[in-house]
């Protein structure tokens, strides 16, 4: 089982602390939360009992810092599913230039469990995985969930 998403943003002002150009918590927070919630809901396209889930729980460590400027990447990747429920990984790290050379480092790490909003009567089996596709779903693809 392999469903990956990667997003990106940049720390801009409204990102950051009152008085200082270090990123907000909520802010990252908020975007790790959206990057995994995109990641169990292309995971949900396949399944044709369930389309929606919510985050039940998480657990994560902010490695180090980030600032105004930095490019942050957020890599999402679907760990494992049970009948009910959805555990997803996501990795972030922030993007530098200094004097022309590229560094990128781990900053954080989380994992969250999603839980189906599905009754119990309507949840048969883990659903399919759709195949991975860097650029999302192919266009050519035909779901016969998907109307």
Known sequence: MNLKYETSFTVYPQHTNCKSPLIFGGAFFGEIDKAAATAVRRFLYSSRTCETAVTYTHEGKFLKPCYMGDLIFLEAEILSVGN????????????????????????????????????????????????????????SQKFDSIQ
């Open 84 to 139: 009910k429920s959805v555990v997803v990984e996501v990795n972030s790290f922030r993007e530098t230039s200094n004097e022309g050379l590229v560094v990128r480092e781990h900053v954080a790490h989380t994992k969250f469990v999603f839980v189906t909003l599905a009754n119990d009567d309507q949840v048969d089996n883990k659903p399919n995985l759709l195949p991975y596709c860097p650029h999302g779903v192919a266009m």
